[in-house]
């Protein structure tokens, strides 16, 4: 394995942000994990850097996972076992998974980042999250160098978050993850509006055809971060209270929402940013995204610091105009 010194992340993360890595290793396959994971504990792992936010330089050694592979294996006539490597590109693992017929992870294309990561805060999108397929996954532990298997209950999985996040944060590299797919009778997902719209209410869409309207929607609010440095949606939605939601419905009748339990209301946060004025700002090279409010991005020379400063002072906007605290999304380094 060739470690490096001193290497620019900017290339390894999706907002584009030149921090500088101490030390950077690629590792190519499970036993070379293990070996450096043997001697060396402090590291900092890096998978597709699509929901990072560099706001310094990383004293230490970062390891880029470079494990690659898809294999799959009947479960009966119905269910295929896909299971993909940590490496892979989140999205050619879906299209992979559609090119096959597979079904389940259609709604989920075109998320920026690497299988690996895509547990930790259980990615989801147009009314479908990975815990809906997942079945299990491998995880390698960094004080012992064993592996463990985890099953959808192991992993505790909630609203962009997993035990990953939480009491397991940073013990545990994931190495494989299994999602339990149809083969045919695809149990498919078009709930969301925007996805109808695209498909023109047609009646039987293929897989083929509804990761193309979610590539589709998608791209049209979304900036790509090849062009514009972003990590995605960069806070949660909120989930409010019924009575707080009345509040403030009284105030703003057209608030959008979405009902989570009987006493429990989700708000987009992309809403409460838009009425707070932020969208589409700009400072510096640091903005709001002009079409999706929840997007925060880096136009081109923007330090992290300078892009946490503006979250910041879109979470006290929000909070003065509309008493809701913004929980940051990504992972802030
Ligand atoms: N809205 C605004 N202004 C904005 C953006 C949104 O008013 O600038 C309002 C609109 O009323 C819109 C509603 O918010 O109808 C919802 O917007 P959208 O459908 O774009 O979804 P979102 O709630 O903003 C969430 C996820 C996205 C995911 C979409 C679609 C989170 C934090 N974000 O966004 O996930 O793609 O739903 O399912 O839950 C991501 O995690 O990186 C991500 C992009």
């Known amino acids: 394995m060739n470690i490096l010194e001193n290497i620019s992340l900017k290339p390894y993360n ?6 500088i890595a101490k030390q950077f290793v690629t590792v190519n396959s499970l036993s070379e994990l293990k070996q450096l994971i043997s001697t060396e504990k402090d590291i900092f792992l890096l998978s597709g850097g699509s929901n990072m936010l560099l706001t310094k330089n990383v004293e230490k050694l970062v390891v880029q996972l470079n494990l690659k592979g898809i294999t799959s294996s009947d479960l009966n006539e119905n269910y295929v076992l ?20 597979y079904g389940g992870l259609e709604n989920l294309s075109l998320i920026p980042g690497n299988v690996g990561s895509s547990p930790i805060q259980n990615i989801g999108a147009y009314g479908v999250e990975i815990k809906d397929t997942f079945h299990q996954l491998e995880a390698l532990e960094i004080a012992t160098g064993k592996t463990h298997v985890f099953n959808a209950d192991d992993c505790n999985f909630g609203y962009r978050n997993s035990v990953f996040k939480h009491e397991l944060k940073g013990n545990y590299i994931i190495t494989k993850v299994t999602f339990k797919l149809t083969k045919h009778s695809h149990k498919i997902n078009i709930s969301y509006g925007a996805i109808q719209t695209e498909l023109k209410n047609k009646v039987a869409p293929t897989l083929k055809e509804i990761a193309d309207a979610i590539i589709a929607i998608r791209q049209s609010k979304l900036p790509d971060p090849k062009e514009i440095g972003n990590s995605g949606s960069f806070f949660k939605n909120p989930v409010i209270t019924v009575d707080a939601f009345k509040k403030l419905q009284n105030k703003y009748p057209e608030i959008p929402h979405y009902i989570v339990s009987e006493n429990e209301i989700k708000i987009p946060a992309g809403w409460l940013i838009e009425q707070s004025g932020f969208k589409g700002k700009r400072f510096g090279d640091a903005g709001v995204h002009e079409k999706q409010a929840l997007v925060l991005v880096n136009y081109k020379n923007a330090t992290g610091q300078e892009i946490y400063n503006l979250a910041q002072r879109i979470q006290q906007t929000v909070l003065q105009n509309f008493a809701i605290e913004l929980e940051i999304e990504v992972n802030v380094i």
Request: overall charge negative; proline content about 0%; glycine content about 8%.
């Open 14 to 19: 999706t907002f584009g942000i030149d921090a």
């Open 82 to 101: 896909v299971t993909a490597e940590a490496g892979e590109n989140w999205h050619n693992f879906v299209l992979w998974c559609i090119s096959k017929n």
